[in-house]
């Protein structure tokens, strides 16, 4: 069995509005709104990068559980925007927070569904022997994305979100996790350049290859909503229960559009379905944990309550987990 003992989030102190952004490019509150229901996000400071946002998170959640740094014997990090090509993020926060030599890894390139997955990575180590594995979500996307593609810009926020998982003793039991990955559809959410197919050169800089991310916008919006609402029901059956036992779902906060095509694919009213989407953004592997947390924080979840995880990312990769407060 395994328990999470502890959460916690961190999104940094600057918000850049819908109105901040029209003042920069192409676009308008009413436009932005009107296909992503983002008003605002918050971008890291110049003095932060991703082990700091990580580090905030982490303690937290570290504090909530009753604990230090010299408790945790394991960290997962899940992020897309790592502190640097290598060492990876893990190595950073391990130094950061001053844990034990433990191991402490990454878990890189599966977009949004990366927190969930490594969750379900978290709760394999645990059958192996008793363990306090720090699980991150984490990502500064406004450091790496371009700020002239109206497209993605507008998109996008900073944020971490951790947990503390144990075998046993937690708020809530981390009863079962799904996932899957189709990789034909590779091609529809990516970022090509700086792979060893299409490396990082003074060509991909010159035209703004580095920063530009690829996405079929039609087609990931179909599977998003398939695979999300697809994981959910596979997850609550596996654990003899249905949609309708689902006390909250948290999905990933991509756009609001998505969120709703699954809230009305899955028949659950806005009691039952958590969004914060319109204040942050979409903050990548942090969505999930820093929802998690803040629906916590605003008394969303009591005791006993069914909570349902659900995301999806570039891979294309999907995953759900169910919590029992």
């Not at 003793?169 to 990516?190: F, P």
């Not at 580095?210 to 998003?224: C, P, Q, S, T, Y």
């Not at 994981?231 to 036992?245: L, N």
């Not at 028949?267 to 944990?289: E, K, L």
């Amino acid at each position: 069995m395994a328990s999470i003992l502890g959460f916690g989030g961190y999104a940094p102190e600057r918000v850049m509005t819908n109105d901040d952004w029209a003042a920069l490019i192409d676009t308008s509150d009413e436009w932005i709104t009107t296909r992503t229901g983002i008003k605002k996000r918050h971008f890291a400071s110049d003095d932060e990068a991703t082990v700091d946002l990580a580090g905030k998170a982490s303690l937290v959640a570290l504090e909530d559980a009753g604990l230090t740094s010299e408790d945790i014997d394991e960290i997962i990090v899940a992020t897309d925007t790592p502190e640097a090509y290598t060492p990876d993020t893990a190595s950073f926060l391990q130094h950061y927070l001053g844990c034990r030599e433990v191991p402490a890894y990454d878990l890189g390139g599966s977009g949004c569904a990366g927190f969930v997955q490594a969750l379900d990575v978290a709760r394999a180590r645990l059958l192996l022997e008793p363990k306090r594995i720090l699980v991150v979500g984490v990502e500064l996307i406004s450091r790496l994305m371009s700020w002239e593609d109206r497209s993605f810009c507008v998109l996008f926020g900073d944020a971490a979100g951790a947990v503390v998982v144990a075998r046993d003793g937690g708020a809530a039991e981390l009863v079962h996790v799904v996932a899957g990955t189709d990789g034909s559809q590779t091609d529809i959410l990516t970022l090509k350049t700086g792979g060893t197919r299409h490396p990082f050169n003074a060509e991909s800089l010159a035209s703004g290859a580095f920063n530009h991310l690829d996405m079929d916008g039609k087609r990931v919006f179909r599977e998003a909503v398939h695979r999300m609402s697809q994981a959910v029901v596979d997850v609550t059956g596996h654990i003899g229960k249905g949609v309708a036992d689902v006390d909250l779902v948290i999905p990933h906060q991509a756009n609001k559009r998505i969120i709703d095509a699954v809230q009305q694919k899955m028949g659950v009213d806005d009691s039952r379905v958590f969004v914060n989407v319109h204040d942050y953004g979409n903050t990548g592997s942090a969505t999930v944990p820093f929802a998690l947390w803040e629906a916590l924080g605003k008394g969303r979840i009591s005791e006993g309550d069914l909570v349902v995880l659900t995301a999806f990312g570039a891979g294309f990769h999907w995953a759900a987990a169910a919590l029992q407060f």
